[in-house]
């Protein structure tokens, strides 16, 4: 069966950097592209950052742009997302998706809370 698990979520202080990892397993990675979305309470899901494939194109929310860093390691099946000044509207679950063509999966996420 095919997994995304996230991982990294945690509660930090406004300033402060999180790294998430996404591990994929059951299906072929390195073909998908990988993205990361967030869904704040009462706020509908939106995308923070995406990949290709191969990891050559990234692309940013403005809200995050300088800020967040997506990357990818195909030999590991992972997908991360370096977070640095983290703002409290930064507080949401994080979601990773894998898209290739009509199939698309997703995670069940990870709770980032920015709070002092």
């Known amino acids: 069966q095919v997994q995304l698990v996230e991982s990294g979520g945690d509660l930090v202080q406004p300033g402060g950097s999180l790294r998430l990892s996404c591990a994929a397993s059951?299906?072929?990675?390195?073909?998908?592209?990988m993205s990361w979305h967030r869904q704040a309470p009462g706020k509908e899901r939106e995308l923070v950052a995406g990949?290709?494939?191969?990891?050559?194109?990234?692309t940013y929310a403005d809200s995050v742009k300088g800020r967040f860093t997506i990357s990818r390691d195909n030999a590991k099946n992972t997908v991360y997302l370096q977070m640095n000044s983290l703002k409290p509207e930064d507080t949401a679950v994080y979601y990773c998706?894998?898209?290739?063509?009509?199939?698309?999966?997703w995670g069940q996420g990870t709770q980032v809370t920015v709070s002092s």
């Open positions: 059951k299906f072929i990675f390195s073909r998908y592209v």
């Open positions: 990949i290709t494939s191969t990891g050559d194109i990234t």
């Open positions: 998706h894998a898209v290739l063509l009509s199939l698309n999966y």
